[in-house]
Structures are given as C-alpha cells and as structure tokens.
C-alpha cells in the first residue's frame, strides 16, 4: 500500500490545475536574506516584491544547493546538486566548459508542453556558442553571460586590469550585440532587463510561458539607473534594490494588464546570500551566520516568496524547507512533463508549497558541497537539524573597519575541525553546537552524509567522484 502522504500529493498534483499555468522565474544575484522589506530590510521599502507575500506565500526556509553564483544556477535550471553534473563555484570568463548537452533544463522540461521560453539577465553557465541558453531549451536570450564584475573596469582592481579579465559582452540569442560593456551599460542593465521581461511576457500572452529573469544586482559593482539614483537617501546598495523591487513591479503589472495574473506561477528568490566584505555594498543575512560563499545559512538560506492566485494560499508563511533542487520537478508535475530519464536529486514539493505542518518533506535530508566538491553539510529535510561538517570556510573579520565605496575588506579563515550540530529550529544564527548533547542525531546524518559520498564523491574525504556524478559539457575551443 502507498503511503497517505504518497496518495495525497499524487491527488494534489494531479487534480489541482485546470489550465497550464505560465511560470516567471525572478532570480537575483547575492541579495541576502533580510533584503527585502517582508524578510526584515531597513532603511527602504520594497513594496512590489512585498506583494508577491501578500498575494502569495513567504518561505522562510528556502535553500540554494551551493552558495555561489554558477553552481546555484545550476541546480535552480536542472534540479541537481551541481557537482552531480560537474558545475562547481563561478565559472569565469576563459572557462572552457559549461552545462552538458545531456541535461535537461528546466526551459526544456516546459517545451514539452508547447511552451515559450526565455531568459533575461545573468546567465552563467557557460559562456561558449555550445553553453548559450538557446541551445538549452530557451527560445529567447539577452543579457550578460556571467557575472558583471568579471569585467575590466571594476572599480576594486587598477587600471591595469588586474586578474586579466576581458570585455564584458552584452549577448542576445547567439550574438554578441555590445562587445564591450561600460559602466555607463551598466546603469540600465535593471531597466534593459525589464523591458525585455515585459515585451516576452506581452508576445508570449496567448500561450503558456516560461521566463526566467535573472538580474545581474545585487552583485557588485553596483549600478543604478538615474530615476533611482539617490531616491532611498539610505546609500546606493538601497537605491539599486529599490529598482529592483520596481523591475518586480512592472512585471506584475504587466501581468496585470493582460489578464494573466491569475494563470500565472510566480516565483522570486536569490542565488545566494550577501557578500558580506563589501560592506555598505553588501546586503543583509539578517539574524543567520555568515554569507555568500559559505554553507553557513546566511549563504544557502535565501528569500523565497511565491504567488499563484487560487492556488498557493495568500497571505501565509511557511517554514518548510525546500532547495531550489526541488522547483524543476515540481514544475514538471504542475505542467504535466515527463522528467529527465538520468538521476536528478529534487523531488515535487508541491505539497509543501501549498500545505502546512501536516505535509512531510520527500527527502531525507539536503546536502550541500562547496568549492571542488567538498560535502560540507548534512541537514535533516524537516529543517532542524544541520551538521557542519569538517571543512574550512571564509569568516568575515567584523573587528575591522566595514568595507565602503565598492572596495571589499579581506576574509579571515575559518575552520571546523569536528562535526558541529546545530538546532535550527531553537537556534537559527547557528551559534551553539549541541553535537555533544544529540548523538544519535550525529550519527544519522554521519550516515547521510556516507551515502552522499557514494553517490557524488567529496574531495575532503579524497573521494573526488561519486558513482553517480556527470561530466560538465566541454568545448574545443583554444
């Protein structure tokens, strides 16, 4: 016999959907945890972004599967870990290898279903012809291939263009269109964005769509078009989330003015959290530990928030947790597409997303790797219990003076040389460890985590590769 809880998601994701819902996917790059007004800003407001609350549901244990900017993309678009399919960090510039042919996007999960797809903004997952979005499943692309500061003029390094970086190219489809991209660019890389959001949405109306915007802000440098420049009177890093929060607006209004609203799936969130040595550049993790490129939460855990009137309650909170692993099959079973035929590590939480305390997780438990394939933490799928796990990890020195004007200050070194436990539930800065005081919940993740090894390797334990790890998509190119 299937278990209750088996039967009821099944019913659920089955029964639930009279029309193919249109799906928008707002990604943003390093905002932290407590950067919007709903998960706790200060100092400026972000009312568009807080309507997606309002007429939707705040996920307040929300994950990214690695807490850098590539290997979280990856996961968002293929519902893997990212050392499953060879995705490791930030991939630069002169990086020759990208995301695999073999893998199933989610834009290709959706075409199943006579979907339109496109992706605006920062995409990151190979900048080469054979790694662009349009040869994954996305009908449209425009936008920067990856991250906005691997450029030469960032304002950290001099002028003789320290790390060796080259121009920076605006892409659309295939094409470079700007080959090389200026700060002035960069001014309305948010307004450049949202237009091309709001034309896909306004041509794509009469068919089920799919758009992914990523935004290349919050990550620095930071840049902010002159309707928004100076408006917070709290200091750029508000100004430019200010203009984000109106990005998000335009959109829903978009929505609103072709009677979409109703049929349409909308889910925001972030890459990773803040990064913490740029100071007042920086975003905020609000009460979690530390930030980006860390498995403390304040990297992993991020702001989640989803709306789809009639369908996710309105006006609720939900501390479930859930990894952005999970969305693609999810969306595969609301849309009613079949899934990738190789391994993904998601699983539909669509029960959860809609339901309360009642519904359990599908999973055991969550891992997150790091760097080149480092397994640095275990948590239970509940959300309680996390086990670091031994690893060292950037610490950020807050005896020092904060970072200001673009410029970062330098990370200090830290380390955990023993399994640390912590109570999430009790205890969500992760500041004591209570390994000594549950053991036996030690244990069970130990053995979560010996699996995991199994299945995907872990270069700390010189265990590189995993029985069930792919290869990364290599080009030819010199």
Same mark, same amino acid.
């Given at each position: 016999?299937?278990?209750?809880?088996?039967?009821?998601?099944?019913?659920?994701?089955?029964?639930?959907?009279?029309?193919?819902?249109?799906?928008?996917? $707002?990604?943003?790059?390093?905002?932290?945890?407590?950067?919007?007004?709903?998960?706790?800003?200060?100092?400026?407001?972000?009312?568009?972004?807080?309507?997606?609350?309002?007429?939707?549901?705040?996920?307040?244990?929300?994950?990214?599967?690695?807490?850098?900017?590539?290997?979280?993309?990856?996961?968002?678009?293929?519902?893997?870990?990212?050392?499953?399919?060879?995705?490791?960090?930030?991939?630069?510039?002169?990086?020759?290898?990208?995301?695999?042919?073999?893998?199933?996007?989610?834009?290709?999960?959706?075409?199943?279903?006579?979907?339109?797809?496109?992706?605006?903004?920062?995409?990151?997952?190979?900048?080469?012809?054979?790694?662009?979005?349009?040869?994954?499943?996305?009908?449209?692309?425009?936008?920067?291939?990856?991250?906005?500061?691997?450029?030469?003029?960032?304002?950290?390094?001099?002028?003789?263009?320290?790390?060796?970086?080259?121009?920076?190219?605006?892409?659309?489809?295939?094409?470079?269109?700007?080959?090389?991209?200026?700060?002035?660019? !960069?001014? %309305?890389?948010?307004?450049?964005?949202?237009?091309?959001?709001?034309?896909?949405?306004?041509?794509?109306?009469?068919?089920?769509?799919?758009?992914?915007?990523?935004?290349?802000?919050?990550?620095?440098?930071?840049?902010?078009?002159?309707?928004?420049?100076?408006?917070?009177?709290?200091?750029?890093?508000?100004?430019?989330?200010?203009?984000?929060?109106?990005?998000?607006?335009?959109?829903?209004?978009?929505?609103?003015?072709?009677?979409?609203?109703?049929?349409?799936?909308?889910?925001?969130?972030?890459?990773?959290?803040?990064?913490?040595?740029?100071?007042? %550049?920086?975003?905020?993790?609000?009460?979690?530990?530390?930030?980006?490129?860390?498995?403390?939460?304040?990297?992993?855990?991020?702001?989640?928030?989803?709306?789809?009137?009639?369908?996710?309650?309105?006006?609720?909170?939900?501390?479930?947790?859930?990894?952005?692993?999970?969305?693609?099959?999810? $969306?595969?079973?609301?849309?009613?597409?079949?899934?990738?035929?190789?391994? $993904?590590?998601?699983?539909?939480?669509?029960?959860?997303?809609?339901?309360?305390?009642?519904?359990?997780?599908?999973?055991?438990?969550?891992?997150?790797?790091?760097?080149?394939? !480092?397994?640095?933490?275990?948590?239970?799928?509940?959300?309680?219990?996390?086990?670091?796990?031994? %690893?060292?990890?950037?610490?950020?020195?807050?005896?020092?003076?904060?970072?200001?004007?673009?410029?970062?200050?330098?990370?200090?070194?830290?380390?955990?040389?023993?399994?640390?436990?912590?109570?999430?539930?009790?205890? $969500?800065?992760?500041?004591?460890?209570?390994?000594?005081?549950?053991?036996?919940?030690?244990?069970?993740?130990?053995?979560?985590?010996?699996?995991?090894?199994?299945?995907?390797?872990?270069?700390?334990?010189?265990?590189?590769?995993?029985?069930?790890?792919?290869?990364?998509?290599?080009?030819?190119?010199?």
């Amino acid at each position: 016999m299937r278990p209750i809880s088996l039967i009821f998601s099944l019913l659920l994701t089955s029964s639930l959907f009279s029309a193919t819902p249109n799906i928008i996917v $707002i990604y943003m790059d390093d905002m932290g945890y407590a950067d919007v007004s709903c998960f706790g800003a200060q100092g400026y407001q972000t009312p568009n972004i807080d309507r997606l609350a309002k007429e939707g549901r705040k996920f307040t244990n929300f994950h990214v599967a690695q807490a850098v900017c590539s290997a979280s993309r990856t996961a968002l678009l293929t519902g893997c870990y990212p050392n499953r399919v060879g995705i490791h960090g930030a991939l630069g510039p002169n990086s020759k290898h990208g995301i695999n042919a073999n893998e199933m996007t989610l834009a290709e999960v959706v075409k199943q279903k006579g979907y339109a797809t496109a992706a605006v903004g920062k995409w990151h997952l190979g900048h080469l012809p054979q790694f662009l979005p349009t040869q994954h499943g996305f009908d449209e692309y425009y936008g920067l291939p990856y991250s906005n500061d691997m450029w030469p003029y960032h304002p950290e390094r001099p002028k003789n263009n320290k790390g060796g970086f080259p121009k920076l190219p605006m892409m659309e489809n295939d094409k470079i269109i700007d080959d090389d991209v200026t700060a002035e660019d !960069q001014t %309305h890389l948010t307004t450049d964005y949202t237009a091309k959001a709001v034309s896909f949405i306004e041509r794509s109306k009469n068919k089920p769509f799919l758009l992914y915007l990523a935004q290349s802000m919050v990550h620095v440098p930071l840049f902010v078009s002159d309707k928004f420049k100076g408006k917070s009177g709290k200091g750029l890093f508000a100004d430019v989330m200010m203009e984000v929060d109106w990005s998000v607006g335009q959109v829903l209004d978009t929505l609103d003015k072709n009677g979409l609203t109703e049929n349409t799936w909308v889910i925001f969130s972030s890459d990773n959290g803040p990064w913490l040595s740029y100071g007042d %550049h920086a975003g905020s993790a609000g009460p979690l530990r530390e930030g980006k490129g860390t498995s403390w939460e304040g990297g992993t855990r991020v702001c989640g928030l989803m709306r789809w009137p009639g369908k996710i309650p309105a006006g609720t909170t939900s501390d479930a947790m859930m990894m952005t692993i999970d969305m693609l099959p999810t $969306i595969a079973a609301t849309v009613g597409a079949d899934l990738p035929k190789h391994d $993904i590590d998601g699983k539909n939480v669509w029960p959860l997303i809609i339901g309360g305390p009642e519904v359990k997780n599908p999973h055991d438990f969550y891992a997150t790797y790091y760097e080149q394939n !480092q397994l640095q933490v275990i948590t239970s799928s509940d959300g309680q219990w996390k086990l670091q796990l031994p %690893h060292k990890y950037r610490l950020l020195d807050t005896t020092q003076p904060k970072a200001s004007g673009g410029i970062p200050v330098k990370y200090k070194q830290g380390e955990i040389t023993t399994p640390e436990l912590y109570d999430l539930y009790a205890d $969500i800065s992760e500041s004591k460890n209570v390994a000594a005081d549950h053991p036996e919940i030690v244990s069970k993740l130990q053995a979560y985590a010996k699996a995991m090894r199994a299945e995907l390797g872990d270069s700390l334990m010189k265990q590189p590769k995993g029985s069930g790890t792919r290869e990364a998509g290599q080009s030819a190119e010199n």
